[in-house]
């Protein structure tokens, strides 16, 4: 069983930046893809960003170019860098490990508040 621990999350203005940790208690290198999501009061938790084993990464329509996830298998870390943040990108932020269909393993965090407000 891996635990997952997010930290980094916080109020920040409209344009201001964030980077979100996710420190895992397992070998994330082992983990085939790891992701971070968000919730929205209201809505449906989507899938933000994910980076898998071997590197390749995909991200929602809403945040390409914005933010960057990567990897730090030595330090058993995620990281999300969050640019030119929006009110909109206000959510609880959920890091996540998965098998490809996640029937295997599916591992998910306590989640980090970020709100976006001037």
């Known amino acids: 069983q891996v635990q997952l621990v997010e930290s980094g999350g916080g109020v920040v203005q409209p344009g201001g930046s964030l980077r979100l940790s996710c420190a895992a208690s397992g070998i994330i290198s082992s983990i085939y893809a790891m992701g971070w999501y968000r919730q929205a009061p209201g809505k449906e938790r989507e899938l933000v960003a994910r980076?898998?084993?071997?590197?390749?990464?995909n991200y929602a329509d809403s945040v390409k170019g914005r933010f960057i996830i990567s990897r730090d298998n030595a330090k058993n870390t995620v990281y999300l860098q969050m640019n030119s943040l929006k009110p909109e990108d206000t959510a609880v932020y959920y890091c996540?490990?998965?098998?490809?269909?996640?029937?295997?393993?599916?591992?998910w965090g306590q989640g980090t508040q970020v709100t976006v407000s001037s």
């Open positions: 996540n490990g998965r098998s490809p269909s996640g029937l295997e393993y599916d591992y």
């Open positions: 980076i898998t084993r071997g590197g390749r990464t």
